[in-house]
């Protein structure tokens, strides 16, 4: 530990101090011998692959997973219960913050910030102008300007997040009489601009001032190295090691997280666009799109990108009708769709393959099988005179896991079971074992640990050597910066800049991304190159 974090810290008590944490599933040790500790005014980051014990082990410290005998919990010097009892964490002083923030999107700010309170105290009458008052204090302490009278749903990304992380620390200095106590935010950051993570790490680092002490788990080593005084690593369910994070280069806690160096996946940028076109749009417009055109040639990665609100992310869903389009056409291998009329099942006889970013929801079915779900495109092909062939499918199924290095290889899991990584790379196997002219995928590694992105990164790159055209709508700048050909950048529903082979850097994306409203929609017949 470096002299000064030590020296910042002597002799104060650690807001949480966890011993001795172990966790078995069955005959799998998914945690083992495993210690935390988190200082008063400390931001601590929490970073390892998928499925080495991150989610777990915030999953015993909130009451929803038994650890096992001998497990110990120490809260400012004093021992607290394990198992954590029902309602024993926010009695203690620890709040959570989950990626998906668990607010009411039809309830206004006051209302989401009080819920919790309206649900376990008994109040007959309720001054919700008094309510209000007091939600705008607690905002301006920390120089926030929210209504707390908009509702959720009318709010932009960032400010929900915020208002999320204001409750979750207010519900610590309620229960343990000033704010001390532990706030864990968990994925805070992967749907926010650039200057909405810069506004969310303000707001982080006034809490910790107050003396909370705070856990922030994220994938994002520049974030972590940037948001967080020390860090603990989880590998394969055991501690890694806990580092001060300003003296561990990128590449440093890469090798921690793995367990070696990993050399990251980086693309060549030749220029396709004198190949064949695999699909053209023109005069795309619907939710948040309008008049976009543009084409992607065989074998092409192209990204679209812009900040939140930009539109971009709306354009694989409008173009494979997940959400209806007012007009607009879409070209693909020799069919021409109309784009107000068509419905899914013609984008995928036309070729087009689609991976959203709801995991779970929209992409697969988590309730259901490894081999239901990577089936699903290509049952047909499994079916005999005596109906489906499930030892055949099952073998496919297991195959594809071989292939894309799904972890654990068991096809009969469902896939809610997987960690997110290996969920990803299950669906992205079953769209790209259909040999699609085009796919489409909607922020990929969303939760994807740096190990598991590679592996995504060098399917992605096999399938566009063999033709398949890709478009991969992201807010991830490093992410398209290795992967994609081209970027479109998008603002205010047009497209407005496009990066191509040198240009297409991290740094230059950012910059492309916060300069974007200042910019001049592309004409289409820009566009279409």
Same mark, same amino acid.
């Given at each position: 530990?470096?002299?000064?974090? +030590? +020296? ?81 964490? +926010? ?9 998906? $923030?668990? $607010? ?45 009278? #908009? ?44 200057? =909405?993570?810069?506004?969310?790490? &303000? ?48 590449? =440093? ?45 065989? =074998? ?27 007009? =607009? ?19 995928? #006889? ?6 959203? #970013? ?56 469902? $896939?809610?079971? &997987? ?79 496009? $990066? ?30």
């Amino acid at each position: 530990m470096s002299e000064a974090f +030590r +020296r910042r810290h002597r002799g104060d008590a650690p807001v949480l101090d966890v011993r001795h944490l172990s966790k078995r599933f069955g005959n799998q040790l998914v945690l083992d011998d495993v210690g935390l500790e988190v200082l008063p005014g400390e931001v601590h980051g929490l970073l390892g692959q998928n499925g080495s014990g991150k989610s777990t082990l915030i999953k015993i410290l909130a009451g929803f997973h038994d650890p096992e005998p001998g497990a110990e919990l120490v809260m400012y010097g004093e021992a607290a219960r394990l198992p954590m009892p029902a309602g024993g964490a +926010r009695a203690l002083g620890i709040a959570f913050v989950h990626q998906h $923030l668990a $607010l009411i999107p039809s309830l206004t700010v006051v209302e989401n910030l009080r819920l919790n309170d309206l649900a376990t105290q008994n109040r007959v009458a309720i001054n919700w102008r008094r309510e209000a008052e007091k939600a705008r204090a607690t905002f301006a302490r920390f120089d926030l300007a929210i209504d707390p009278r #908009a509702r959720i749903q009318d709010l932009p990304q960032v400010e929900r997040a915020l208002v999320a992380i204001v409750r979750a620390f207010e519900e610590v200095k309620d229960a343990t009489a000033g704010g001390r106590g532990l706030l864990i935010l968990d994925e805070p950051t992967p749907f926010l601009p650039k200057a =909405g993570v810069e506004q969310l790490f &303000l707001l982080v680092k006034s809490i910790a001032a107050d003396g909370a002490g705070v856990i922030f788990v994220s994938h994002d080593i520049d974030e972590i190295r940037e948001i967080t005084d020390r860090a603990t690593i989880l590998r394969d369910g055991k501690l890694a090691g806990t580092v001060v994070s300003k003296d561990v280069d990128h590449d =440093g806690f890469i090798e921690l997280i793995v367990g070696r160096k990993v050399s990251l996946f980086q693309s060549a940028k030749p220029d396709l666009t004198a190949r064949p076109v695999a699909a053209r749009v023109a005069s795309l417009s619907g939710p948040m799109v309008e008049d976009v055109g543009f084409a992607v040639h065989e =074998g092409e990665i192209v990204g679209l990108t812009g900040l939140i609100g930009s539109g971009a992310d709306r354009v694989p869903s409008l173009l494979y009708a997940a959400q209806r389009a007012r007009a =607009g056409t879409f070209s693909v291998g020799g069919t021409t769709l109309d784009l107000a009329t068509i419905l899914p099942e013609h984008a995928m #006889a036309a070729g087009i393959a689609f991976l959203p #970013a709801d995991r779970l929801g929209a992409a697969g079915v988590g309730s259901l099988s490894i081999t239901d779900n990577i089936s699903l495109p290509v049952l047909s092909d499994f079916m005999g005179a005596f109906g489906l062939s499930w030892p055949r499918l099952t073998e496919r199924a297991r195959s594809l896991g071989r292939d894309y290095e799904v972890r654990p290889n068991r096809p009969e899991l469902n $896939l809610s079971a &997987l960690s997110g990584g290996n969920a990803q790379k299950v669906l992205l196997a079953k769209w790209l074992q259909t040999e699609p002219t085009l796919l489409m995928l909607d922020e990929p590694t969303q939760g994807v640990d740096v190990g598991a992105r590679q592996t995504l990164f060098a399917a992605l790159n096999g399938a566009a050597s063999k033709g398949t055209a890709i478009l991969v709508a992201s807010t991830d700048a490093e992410q398209l910066a290795q992967i994609c050909h081209r970027v479109l950048v998008f603002a205010g529903g047009r497209i407005v800049d496009i $990066l191509s082979g040198d240009a297409v850097t991290k740094d230059r994306i950012t910059e492309a991304c916060l300069k974007s409203t200042t910019l001049t929609a592309l004409h289409p017949r820009e566009e279409a190159a």
